[in-house]
DNA sequence: CGCATACCCGTAGATCCGTACGGGTATGGG
DNA sequence: CCCATACCCGTACGGATCTACGGGTATGCG
């Protein structure tokens, strides 16, 4: 029996208390939706990238990452339409840019930070 | 021609400076990879959790985020192969926690700051 | 020893995601 | 006016990911 979980809770008073805490499901897909925009390798470069020099056009942002225009085009859609980077159209070229609210702690806290934590491995499965 | 970008860069020394700085492909892989775990309402419910009350078996857990065990239990496996996680055997129930090693700064200024900015919606597309 | 519980694992199915491709629009130059 | 450039969009395909299901192992109890 997979589909239920055990009806005599071991710690009722921790489940109570987790229960009452614990951001709903809705909530929680709210702000994994953020989280899932970084969690891919072209979205978190185009993020690095526009974090150290500012702006840059979609071809060059294709170029510094050394990947093509389809994988940078569609990474920028998907930043674009969650609003974390903006774009200025001048002439046939289009810069984009982080979006002036776009959350520090979270480039200073995840994208930087984790470049460390990436460096010390977790270990073994118990 | 999508499949390639063009041949010249508009801003070739932002292009160069970009280049040099940005992690490869392969390092970003990596550190997207454990963003990517927390990037499931499940999974980070189950983390949220395990921050509240410190340790919690399966059934309870399922139980806490009205969740049923094979989704916590697949949440638990990816969690704990990642070494994020650990656990307890007592008789037959099974308790997990927070690793010791688990990410200070990702659980503080990822899972709890990212409440806040779930609040703050983001301005549309340019 | 036989049964129920708590949890784990492997597999199949559905669903989502990223990439590749073709075509389209707008700008700029000859 | 015609063509090349820079970028965007819609579609189709391959791959990864999550869920659901059946079965397996270990513990505790009578």
Do not use: I, W
Not at 40 to 61: I, Q
Request: with cysteine.
């Amino acid at each position: 029996m997979s589909d239920a979980a055990h009806a005599h809770p071991v710690d009722p008073d921790r489940v109570a208390h987790a229960r009452a805490r614990l951001p709903s499901r809705d909530e929680a897909a709210q702000l994994t939706s953020v989280l899932s925009l970084m969690a891919d390798p072209t979205r978190a470069r185009v993020l690095f990238a526009l974090d150290l020099v500012e702006e840059l056009c979609v071809g060059d942002l294709a170029l510094a990452l050394e990947s093509n225009e389809d994988a940078v085009g569609y990474a920028l859609r998907l930043l674009r339409t969650a609003g974390l980077v903006v774009n200025r159209k001048q002439g046939r070229v289009v810069y984009y840019r982080l979006a002036d609210g776009f959350p520090e702690p979270l480039r200073e806290h995840c994208l930087r930070q984790l470049v460390v934590l990436s460096e010390a491995p977790a270990p073994d499965d118990g």
